[in-house]
Structures are given as structure tokens and as C-alpha cells.
């Protein structure tokens, strides 16, 4: 698992205060993935709702608060995969 995988787990586990109602998963390109559901966040590579990809830089931008997730989904640098709305719910979450 990679350093970069490592620190969005923790950051988004800081975030989700206790888990996320539905199952997503971030897929950070060159990196790896990371899985989110009613237990929190964690590396792993598991069947979700929706699908999230980005490069590491944007992922973590999103992560920081610098870059809105729909603008990133707006602009082509987040893409989504699946249940779109299993993704709005993230929103408030990753803010």
C-alpha cells in the first residue's frame, strides 16, 4: 500500500466521523483504491455502488478542501462510475 493510499484513509476517516451510508470506492490512479462504507475507510479494492477516479493530486485537493468535488467531476478530473447519487452523498462529507 502506498503512502499516498495511507494518508487519504486517515484523512477520510477523520471526515466520515463513523462511516458512510452506502459503499464507494476512490480509485487513485498509479496508487491504489480505497473503499468506503458503514465501517469507515480503509485500502481495499471491493465492488461498491459508485467509483471514483482521479490522479493524486486532484484526489488530494478534494481531500484539503481546495477543489469541490462537482467541479472536479464538472471539469473532467474526477470521474464517476456508477450511482451517482451514492456519490452527491459524499459531498458534505469530503467538504
Known sequence: MSDVIDEA???????????????????????????????GARAGDD????TMTA???????????ELDPTAAFASGRLKIDGDIGVAMRLVPALA
Open 9 to 39: 484513509v486517515t484523512m477520510l476517516n477523520s471526515k466520515l466521523d463513523g462511516g458512510f451510508d452506502g459503499t464507494a470506492k476512490f480509485v487513485i490512479e498509479d496508487e491504489g483504491s480505497i473503499l468506503l462504507d458503514d465501517e
Open 47 to 50: 465492488e461498491a455502488e459508485v
Open 55 to 65: 490522479d493524486a493530486g486532484t484526489f488530494r485537493d478534494i481531500l484539503e478542501g
